[in-house]
């Protein structure tokens, strides 16, 4: 069985929990548990997304997961803290796989900068902490602004 743990944060649109059910649907169709789904927060409890509703996640913890997804967002509500930033960052040493839903077109983040990493494929906004990236790590790959 593969743990994919989906990370939110105050604000986080509430499409980016969309893509847990090709988890879901692949748990029905295969008769068997595939795939454990973890929401996560950095603190853990209720988490409010973008249209107000709260979603209930667990703290950021020792949870060994196969797969992170970020959840995207098209603007921020309130400055991302360290402690996120820096989860994220070390995700993709500590995981197999990281991703990031994007909720916006190309071009359509209103001014806030996202990067896209080429070595996890990870997608990082950059509005609060520039220094969350290290600057030329795109390894080629094309850049979403």
């Known amino acids: 069985m593969q743990r994919i743990g989906f990370i939110v944060f105050p604000g986080f649109e509430v499409l980016s929990l969309s893509t847990a059910t090709v988890f879901e ?7 068997e548990e ?3 789904l973890h929401v996560i927060s950095e603190t853990g409890g209720a988490v409010r997304t973008s249209i107000g509703a ?3 996640t667990e703290p950021f913890g020792d949870t060994a997961f196969d797969t992170v997804i970020v959840a ?9 803290s360290p402690k996120l930033i820096a989860y994220i960052r070390d995700a993709r040493e500590k995981f197999r796989r990281v991703a990031s839903i994007c909720t916006g077109a190309r071009g359509s983040c209103r001014g806030r900068r ?4 080429a ?9 609060q902490s ?3 990236i290290p600057q ?5 790959r094309s850049h979403v602004h």
Do not use: M
């Open 114 to 117: 996202a990067r896209r990493k």
């Open 54 to 56: 709260a979603v209930e």
């Open 72 to 80: 995207g967002t098209l603007y921020v509500e309130q400055e991302l």
């Open 136 to 140: 030329g790590e795109s390894g080629g």
């Open 25 to 31: 649907v692949s748990n029905i169709v295969a008769k």
């Open 130 to 132: 520039p220094d969350a």
């Open 119 to 127: 070595r996890d494929d990870t997608l990082v906004l950059r509005q």
């Open 34 to 36: 595939l795939y454990q």
